[in-house]
């Protein structure tokens, strides 16, 4: 019993020392002085070395000086998050501002919820063949692709092969992260070359929200019969995206009328991947 007291009485009073720690901090410390370039509360930050606590990237530009955890943003001088966790309302015993139920040691937080645009630049006899990779709620990819017909030489038909089986990749799969598909055997050209298909992907920030936009848009495209105008690989993304809230790669103006040789440049899936790496925040990730 007298070790238990003892333990108690140990711990209330490390709660104490360390909400006073906090609070000293943020009363006295200026803005100034837990800055990236003089941190007051843990040592200076080398400006080489910006994926820092959890492995994830503190923004400084404009000030901002948060870490970026994809589905919110912390402040590392208070270790507080700005806002709740997207997924709060599935953990209710647990606090909505806390970070890998409190447990960062034993626990990781995956990359919060992302999109992941996928492109082989040599499909399409070298017009190129898109795809997405949506993650879902566990912080596991799928993917989502557009493969084409076999009916009518390709220009437009079903899904199915002579094989009786669906070309398309209607959230096929369950990768870790978007390096895992990219390396896998899943990702292989079936000419079995070794080579891979998808060398290039364009990640993209997203909510739980608009990635389950995303997905419920690629169903409606992928239960369409394939046409090489109107419902193909590139024209499922850019759906996807737009259901996401996101930019879907479009160059024409909207103010004037296109020529030909724009609109024909904006059903070519190398120019889509181009504009929407152009026109949306993200990450570039190479093979």
Known sequence: MKKLLVAISFLTLFMVAHATVKEVAIEYLTAEQVSPENDGLFGEVNPEQWRLYGGKELQTMNGLNLYDFHARWQDYATCWFTTQDPLAEKYYALSPYIYCAGNPIMLTDPTGMDM??????????????????????DGKWSLWSKNGTDENSGIKGNSINQDGKDKDDCGTGTYDSIEEFMVGK??????????????????????SEEDNAA????????????????????????????????????SLNKNSIPSIQSIILNLIPNNIFKNVVKNNPGELIKQ
């Open 186 to 207: 899943d990702n292989q050209k079936e000419d079995n070359s070794g080579s891979m298909k998808y060398t290039k992907g364009y990640k993209i920030k997203s909510s």
């Open 116 to 137: 992941c645009v996928l492109l082989q630049p040599d499909g399409a006899n070298g017009l190129g063949h898109m795809a997405i990779l949506i993650q879902n709620e």
């Open 215 to 250: 997905k419920n848009q690629a169903k409606i495209e992928l239960d369409k019969d394939y046409n090489l105008i109107g419902a193909n690989c590139a024209v499922m993304v850019q759906k996807a995206l737009e259901a996401a809230g996101k930019d879907p790669g479009l």
